[in-house]
């Protein structure tokens, strides 16, 4: 069993940051540990993946050089450091992950909002 806890969203104006927290427990290495949204009206989205080392990592192309995904495997915390925000980024972001690498996403942590203002 892994749980996922997501915290950091809020409210940013259009341009600015924010940096989303993913604290899990449970085994984490060896799966695909990512971020996923959904914006209101439309389907859950990809936004960003990678495995444990870091020698792995994807990002959907609408967030590509704006957001970055980590880990800090010591704490236990999975990170999106969201950069240059724009109002289409505007959704629930959820924390996620895999049974194993390669596998589509199993885990879901509760979610947390995240609105850019114009």
């Known amino acids: 069993q892994l749980q996922l806890v997501e915290s950091g969203g809020g409210l940013v104006q259009a341009g600015g940051s924010l940096r989303l927290s993913c604290t899990t427990s449970g085994r984490t290495f060896s799966r695909a540990m990512g971020w996923s949204r959904q914006a209101p009206g439309k389907e859950r989205e990809f936004v960003a993946r990678r495995n444990w080392s870091g020698d792995s990592i994807s990002y959907a192309d609408s967030v590509k050089g704006r957001f970055t995904i980590s880990r800090d495997n010591a704490k236990n915390t999975m990170y999106l450091q969201m950069n240059s925000l724009k109002p289409e980024d505007t959704a629930v972001y959820y924390c996620?992950?895999?049974?194993?690498?390669?596998?589509?996403?199993?885990?879901w942590g509760q979610g947390t909002q995240v609105t850019v203002s114009s």
């Open positions: 996620a992950a895999s049974e194993e690498w390669g596998q589509s996403f199993y885990y």
